[in-house]
């Protein structure tokens, strides 16, 4: 199965269907079937946000890919990261392993960014067990999977387009999929990746960082949150990489989400 999906151009302009997750991240099942967040008619089932509140955040009915999109014109962070809301149960909450989660995905657009700071932007895929806590990150158990696909910036392209990203979920392995941090030999994935192994590479939450419960074991985290997901949040970098405050102004369509039947 693969870890991460190569990224293809989709620009909004041309009316192109999204992306859909390829035929062999299912291809040892009888079927498959993908849920899709196309945010039209105002839809959000799932609570996607760049910034939970915001008043400058809403769904515009024209300019995605296509039609309407989730739009913040105005978010300050390091990073921008779109989330699902943990007081929403949705496609992209629960214990996957049982459902038989193959892959997520959605489409991305950055229309501006106050700095021209894009080294080593990678997006990222991280599943959360909130630990029943929502509002405290610092008890959260979490798993990771940053790829080898850049964040779409708006400093390269000509104009402003989307970008299909899709992340292999390996919902039925027994541990922390490879390559993750227990494999390096001559680092732990920080920045990006297993220096020694290139990306990508999956990551979990370490007790420097949160208080999980399940703390330095790899596996038994991984394990704890494949199967009770409360959050979906995808990053436009390694998540555990710091960077320079600044202003984005960012889009995301079709958030989407594959089971593979048994």
């Known amino acids: 199965m693969k870890r991460i999906l190569t990224a293809s151009l989709l620009v909004a302009a041309t009316g192109v269907a999204a992306a859909a997750p390829p035929a062999d991240i299912c291809a040892d099942s009888a079927s ?13 089932a799932a609570g996607w946000s760049f910034s939970r509140g915001s008043a400058r955040e809403g769904i515009d009915p024209k300019g995605g890919n296509p039609g309407a999109f989730l739009h913040n ?9 779109a989330s699902t809301d943990p007081a929403i149960l949705s496609a ?11 892959a997520i995905g959605a489409d991305f657009i950055a229309f501006r960014a106050s ?10 895929v991280m599943l959360v067990n909130n630990e029943g806590t929502p509002g405290d990150p ?24 989307f970008l299909s990203y899709d992340f292999a979920i390996p919902s039925q392995s027994a541990g922390l999929p490879s ?32 208080n999980c419960p399940t703390g330095d074991d790899a596996n038994a985290t991984w394990e704890r949150v494949i199967s ?7 990053t436009f970098q390694h998540p555990e990489y710091f960077s320079l405050l600044q202003d984005w102004n960012v889009g ?11």
């Open 32 to 44: 498959s079937t993908t849920v899709k967040e196309s945010f039209s008619k105002d839809s959000n």
């Open 73 to 81: 014109s105005f978010v300050t962070a390091g990073y921008p990261v």
């Open 92 to 102: 992209f909450t629960g214990d996957f392993r049982a459902r038989g989660v193959g």
């Open 115 to 124: 700095l021209n700071t894009f080294e080593e932007r990678y997006i990222s």
């Open 138 to 161: 610092y008890d959260d158990c979490y798993v990771f999977f940053t790829g080898d696909t850049s964040m779409p910036n708006p400093k390269e392209q000509n104009k402003p387009s």
């Open 179 to 210: 390559p993750n941090r227990t494999d390096c030999t001559e680092g732990d994935c920080v920045y990006m990746s297993c220096p020694d192994l290139g990306v990508p590479c999956w990551g979990w939450s370490k007790p420097t960082i949160t």
């Open 228 to 234: 009770h997901v409360d959050e979906v949040h995808i």
């Open 252 to 262: 995301m369509d079709n958030a989407r989400i594959t089971t593979c039947g048994q």
